[in-house]
């Protein structure tokens, strides 16, 4: 039996333009409606942004597969393919919001500002979190999925209760909408109207699994008439329509109207990590087809047919993701592996008589191995 | 006056709030009604809305929202309404709760607190008596509480919402309706510190939560029956734990047994007897001894006083430390 060409594909396809989005909205009785065009305000500077973050991640993400291959990070889970729905979704985002992002949206966490060597720590073994939550104001990339949808929503309960304006977004797949978890954090959103905007990306496998495993629905989006929320569908390969379809339910959270959960209809291009062998579950085909939508390339050809952009700005954008790429290779080639004695300096704000006992041993071992 | 040790819980809950505005209290049931056990009583009409709030039937969004809230800057204290109802939220708190500080280098603490009532005794049907503690003491990160007398459910709670670290406080449900005079505020004794709560020199009983009224009534026992005189070390931190203060009462009576309701394999004792035997060998006179629950599930209530160490099984212990 070949593989089946997974869901997403029937998704929404809509590309309609630079100032024009679409998307589809959940009916509150459950009913997906039919997509419905939206003007979108995006200045040229803010599409040319827009843009410069997609190509240099594609480019960050370009590196850190290679950097994967030469032993400098332990593992890497790519996001080529999703970088619309990424870029796209964190665009929508006012400089105080909160961001809870997974290890698949490294893209997305670097376009938010993350400094992508402070980043990718996770993935170099370094450190679990590498980066300051307070100085982006993001959450670590979560590995045990959904769980950091109930983060996001606890901080947004909590910004609710001191009066703070702000949005917490966060991301998932369309494997962990099958977790509890999930269905606790969009359940609890709505009870609270907690200013929360669920991002899930349904690129159509969650490794190896397609979505027709995950669920018998046609779309997760429906899961927000469930829990009576906004739910909404949109073509995850569209920057224009993403950023449009998430500022909606961003301006709307802010307003206190409460969550809304977005579905943006996607592929990864690139195998589930590093480790994974995309051959064993799907089919070339389905890959090319998907990459003759390459959210990255779509955008630029309309940029250019717009006169967006010119050539020497897409020269700029390269170089620039030269140097970043540069600098990647310059920090995570042979990084220092730190002091194993810190491993008892953070379990808690003090080390316990249990952990002082335990680090002299290490300490003990550790001058054994200098002197021999 | 005189309080119970949930109007302990509840006092303590009401001052920690009227004290910190980031305190907020939820959990399910725990508004309106006050609670299935009425700790947290009142609160809500005192607070707001804001403040003290019922939450959807959901363990790991009660966790998960929590550690939310404390990256935020509050000072979340949540419910889990029964020991058994605890285990969906394990996920939030193992990975995340517990891994937090941590994970970020130490950049981000997390002040919250997960109230959980734990332990039988109270005739209840399957799942509402079950002894946890071991999962949560095993878990790097966490900070484990359990009180035994009503002074210590005020003084150890507040402890507990003023620690910049999670903590998970194990209410012994069994004890709740246990009084004692008290006058508030109680002094909170620093978190991680076990104290002797009976001094005696034939040997040491070391208990926590709903044991340590168990282990009080088997010392009397013990004086009255057979002239034994029984020193009783409440530990009151599961962890961090406060070995000091065991290793001193063992070192002095030479023999030592640990009571816990939880079943014996892998349980809480083990670790205290094997950290005895390390550390207080050469004045231990008998190896040290548990006094536990059985290795069932969890028998129901008509036979749970069989499951349960009581008075008698901690004295044949006693006698049989004795005996070598």
């Known amino acids: ?372 | 006056m005189e309080l119970t040790m949930a109007g302990a819980l509840n006092a303590a809950l009401r001052d920690s709030m009227r004290d910190d505005d980031s305190v907020v209290v939820y959990g399910e049931d725990v508004g309106r009604l006050g609670g299935v056990f009425r700790v947290t009583d009142g609160l809500q009409a005192e607070m707001g809305t804001d403040r003290c709030f019922d939450t959807p039937v959901a363990e790991a969004g009660i966790a998960g929202t929590a550690l939310g809230m404390a990256l935020y800057g509050l000072r979340p204290v949540v419910e889990m309404q029964f020991d058994g109802f605890s285990y969906p939220a394990l996920n939030q708190v193992i990975s995340h709760v517990a891994k937090y500080r941590n994970r970020t280098r130490g950049r981000v603490g997390l002040p919250l607190v997960i109230r959980i009532p734990y332990g039988g005794g109270i005739g209840a049907v399957e799942h509402h008596s079950e002894s946890p503690e071991a999962y949560y003491a095993h878990t790097a990160g966490l900070t484990v509480v359990s009180p035994g007398t009503p002074a210590d459910a005020y003084a150890l709670l507040r402890a507990s919402i003023a620690f910049d670290d999670p903590v998970i406080f194990l209410e012994p449900k069994r004890r709740y309706w246990l009084k004692e005079e008290l006058d508030l505020p109680v002094a909170a004794p620093p978190i991680g510190e076990a104290i002797v709560r009976r001094e005696g020199t034939t040997a040491t009983v070391i208990a926590y939560g709903p044991m340590v009224t168990t282990a009080l009534e088997a010392a009397t026992r013990a004086s009255d029956e057979q002239g034994w005189e029984l020193e009783v070390v409440d530990v009151r931190t599961l962890s961090p734990l406060d070995m000091g203060t065991l290793v001193a009462s063992a070192t002095k009576t030479g023999r030592a047994l640990v009571v816990h309701e939880a079943a014996r394999f892998v349980g809480y004792g083990a670790e205290i007897a094997a950290e005895l035997s390390e550390r207080a060998f050469g004045y231990l006179a008998a190896p040290v001894l548990r006094v536990t629950g059985f290795d069932v599930p969890y028998p129901s209530a008509k036979i749970e006083r069989h499951f349960l160490p009581d008075a008698d099984r901690i004295l044949d212990a006693v006698g049989r430390l004795l005996e070598y």
Not at chain 1, 148 to 155: D, E, I, K
Request: proline share 4%.
């Open chain 1, 1 to 372: 039996m070949s593989v089946e060409v997974s869901s997403a594909a029937s998704g929404p396809s809509s590309f309609p333009g630079l100032s024009q989005a679409a998307w589809q909205d959940v009916a509150a009785e459950g009913a997906l409606g039919a997509a419905t065009p939206h003007d979108v305000d995006l200045s040229a500077e803010q599409l040319r942004s827009l843009y410069r973050l997609m190509a240099l991640s594609r480019r960050v993400d370009r590196q850190a597969i290679n950097l994967t291959r030469q032993g400098a990070l332990g593992v890497f889970a790519s996001s080529q393919g999703q970088e619309a729905a990424q870029v796209g979704a964190v665009f929508a985002l006012e400089a105080d919001d909160w961001l809870f992002p997974t290890y698949r949206e490294t893209v997305g966490t670097f376009a938010r500002g993350v400094d992508v060597v402070e980043l990718l720590a996770l993935f170099s073994g370094s450190w679990h979190c590498g980066f300051d939550p307070y100085k982006y104001r993001v959450a670590p990339l979560t590995t045990p999925l959904a769980t950091q949808a109930l983060h996001a929503v606890g901080l947004a309960m909590a910004a609710r209760i001191k009066h703070d304006p702000i949005v917490a977004l966060t991301f998932f797949g369309d494997g962990a909408a099958s977790e509890g978890d999930a269905h606790e954090a969009l359940n609890m959103a709505g009870v609270y109207g907690a200013p929360v905007v669920f991002v899930v990306q349904n690129n159509g496998y969650a490794i190896s699994v397609p979505y027709r495993l995950q669920t018998k629905a046609s779309s997760i989006a429906l899961r927000a008439a469930g829990v009576g929320i906004p739910g909404i569908r949109v073509d995850g390969n569209d920057v224009v329509s993403v950023y449009g379809a998430v500022k909606t339910a961003v301006d709307r959270a802010r307003r206190g109207d409460g969550p809304t959960l977005v579905e943006a209809v996607t592929y990864r291009l690139e195998a589930h990590t590093t480790a994974d062998d995309t051959s064993r579950y799907r089919s070339d085909d389905e890959a090319t087809e998907w990459r003759g939508r390459d959210p990255v390339e779509r955008f630029l050809r309309v940029l250019r047919e717009g006169g967006v952009v010119d050539d020497a700005f897409v020269a700029e954008v390269e170089a620039e993701g030269e140097a970043t790429a540069a600098r990647m290779r310059d920090f995570l080639f042979d990084a220092p592996a730190g002091d194993p004695r810190e491993m008892f300096d953070h379990v808690y704000a003090a080390r316990t008589p249990q952990l002082d006992i335990e680090r002299a041993l290490l300490e003990q071992e550790l001058r054994a191995a200098e002197e021999s």
